[in-house]
């Protein structure tokens, strides 16, 4: 149970602190924006939070760095001739109107054609890909869900999809439910399976301890390239929040 919530200003950089009932303090530096956050045990002062920031100050200025030089989409305007992203490629967006049912297809590896009704504005568009990424996230997840409850002995009650700032995905172990952000259908397949596989894990283990680690490590040997690659792939062009 969290107990307390503070933010440090640590030479130059924003530290968030959040204090909690365990032995060691954790720090890490986040996606897509290079946000600082600190787990500390609830004894731990600010001050020595303060020092324990300052001995990797070099080492947070250049995660940032990485993350800052991290490439992102540029802003959608859904006419012909952008680039799109499914499943970790990327597309080119052809818009065709038609008196037809809209819909999105597919051809071959580099083509995403969107057909639209007449007089459709860029929500409209953006409206209908967004729908169809839902729809193929769905159907993708169903089967690798039914395969990892099976392999981590667990079972979910709900999972859902939606838009979320700052997380892949998110796990409710009281409520047993999980929820995965839409992006991910973006993303490379085996970053999608690292998301859902962490997630799950929580349904075993809440917190990210040695024990949730290790499970990771046996159950998804590959698991931290999964989550680099997924870290180092482009980023939404929406402003994310801390």
């Known amino acids: ?19 909690k009932p365990i032995k060691n303090l954790h720090l890490g530096v986040y996606p897509p924006d290079g946000r600082v956050r600190v787990a500390a045990p609830v004894a731990i002062s ?17 995660k940032q760095a990485g993350f800052e030089g991290q490439s992102r989409e540029s ?17 080119r967006l052809q818009v065709v109107e038609s008196d037809g049912h809209p819909r999105v297809e597919l051809r071959g590896h580099h ?3 969107l057909h639209v009704r007449a007089g459709w504005t860029a929500e409209d568009r953006e409206r209908l890909l967004q729908r169809w990424y839902r729809d193929r996230l769905r159907e993708i997840v169903s089967p690798l869900l039914t395969r990892w409850q099976d392999d981590l002995g667990v079972e979910v009650r709900e999972w859902g999809i939606k838009r979320m700032k700052t997380k ?12 995965l952000n839409l992006e991910l259908i973006k993303k ?12 799950l894990t929580h349904l075993v283990v809440e917190k ?9 490590d046996r159950h998804l040997p590959t698991w931290r390239g999964r989550r680099a690659e997924l870290n180092a792939t482009p980023l939404a062009k929406e402003a994310w929040g801390c």
């Open 46 to 62: 600010d001050a020595a939070v303060r020092i324990a920031v300052i001995g990797r100050l070099r080492w947070i200025k250049q």
């Open 208 to 216: 990210h301890d040695d024990r949730f680690l290790r499970l990771m």
């Open 168 to 179: 892949w995905g998110s796990c409710n172990p009281k409520a047993r439910r999980i929820w």
């Open 75 to 91: 802003a959608r305007e859904m006419t012909s001739g952008e680039s799109h992203f499914y499943r970790g490629r990327r597309y």
């Open 1 to 19: 149970m969290i107990t307390d919530d503070t933010s440090l200003m640590v030479g130059g950089v924003h530290v968030s602190v959040v204090r």
């Open 188 to 199: 490379p397949p085996a970053c999608l399976e690292y998301v859902l596989v962490h997630e």
């Open 111 to 113: 083509a995403m054609v």
